[in-house]
């Protein structure tokens, strides 16, 4: 959400349209359409820092009574002055998986009265549009090399020290756990400034992952030599592949 144009200066309404979205739901239907798959908070599910899915229920845009999340929602929209809520959505035009992920949330807050645009463009204008500010609402994206706190949140600091953060936001209290996780050895305490510094981010609705995707790369048979992994900013060195004609 951009911060710093109304009514998304106002938490009420971000959180809002946060707790319309049915992600447990949405899973399971954009998985068989998509590569987007799992649930999960700032950190990757299954990985040693995620948030356990007992835990992440309890944050707000995670529970799983979607009802009970929406009639909540309704409420804060009408608080904010917005019940009728109409605003843009900015996305890039690439079929996998921005498209389903886009006219997914136009369904999501269709069902609670709000009504969205789908506006989708080349890469290069999408990314101009949001570095400049000049959107309400967009689908960004996170494309880490490795499972590493200090990487993953670093998207989610204050603007002003990380140009990562799309939303604008500034929030001195994020920066703080952020600098304190990095300073902190134990690996325990670590991961409970790590639960702290999620739950201030969605509290506060700025931001917030949708869902993360699952790779998928179909080869030829006669491929050899190249190895899957987790993220495309890996195993791009193609020195070992060969065509087996």
Do not use: C
Request: aromatic share 8%; hydrophobic share 40%.
């Amino acid at each position: 959400f951009n911060t710093e144009k109304k009514p998304f200066d106002d938490v009420r309404v971000r959180k809002a349209l946060l707790m319309a979205i049915d992600r447990w739901g949405g899973s399971q239907g954009l998985s068989r359409i998509s590569t987007l798959r799992s649930v999960g908070g700032v950190i990757r599910p299954g990985s040693p820092m995620a948030t356990p899915e007992a835990e992440l229920v309890k944050l707000p845009g995670f529970g799983k009574d979607i009802k009970k999340s929406r009639e909540e929602a309704k409420k804060l929209l009408a608080e904010a002055g917005v019940p009728n809520l109409k605003f843009q959505l900015w996305n890039r035009n690439l079929a996998m998986p921005y498209t389903p992920a886009g006219i997914f949330l136009v369904d999501q807050w269709r069902q609670i009265g709000v009504e969205v645009e789908h506006v989708q463009s080349d890469t290069g204008k999408d990314i101009a549009t949001m570095n400049s500010g000049q959107f309400e609402v967009a689908i960004d994206f996170s494309n880490l090399f490795m499972d590493d706190s200090s990487l993953s949140l670093a998207k989610f600091l204050s603007r002003s020290r990380s140009p990562q953060n799309m939303s604008g936001s500034e929030d001195p209290e994020l920066d703080k756990l952020y600098d304190d996780h990095m300073r902190e050895r134990d690996p325990e305490k670590r991961k409970a400034i790590v639960r702290a510094f999620e739950k201030r981010l969605f509290e506060q609705a700025y931001q917030q992952p949708l869902l993360w995707w699952h790779r998928i790369v179909p080869t030829h048979k006669q491929l050899m030599g190249w190895k899957m992994s987790p993220s495309h900013n890996l195993g791009q060195q193609l020195e070992d592949v060969w065509i087996n004609a």
